[in-house]
């Protein structure tokens, strides 16, 4: 599996190390960026992975800043993203089987490369939940479509 990956310079040190863990755990990488730790716009990097998920160019992405939390903004903000800032194993679990995340967001600010390094290792291996949880991002996608989600928000 090819795995889209981005960051601005408050994620790069954590994007290189995680292209190299992503490697050791046998996913391939696209790397769309940045390229150092000089100053750039999150926004830039944040669109591009998102519109490579949300074409379909690749199933899953993973974006990081210094807090995750630009990232997941400017995401969330493409037709198709579901972009989960997770700051734990827990959370990454959850956003894969619970709201179907599409885009993994870390903020190399906020946690250590190890505690990284498991957050991408448990979201890549969960599934995303059938049953209640696949109705409710139906009604996401419902919502993003216009069309009110058939009886108002969840
Ligand atoms: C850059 O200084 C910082 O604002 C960015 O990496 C991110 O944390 C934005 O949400």
Redesign the pocket.
Known sequence: MKIAIGC?H??YRMKEDLKDYLQELGYSTADFGTDSEESVD?PDFGLKVAEGVARGDFPLGILI???G???AIVANKVPGIRAALCTDTFMARCSREHNHANILVL?ERVIGLGLARDIVKTWLETEPGGGRHQRRVEKIRAIEEGCGGGGGLV
Request: aromatic share 10%; with cysteine.
């Open positions: 601005d408050g994620g999150y800043c210094g807090t939390i630009g990232m903020g």
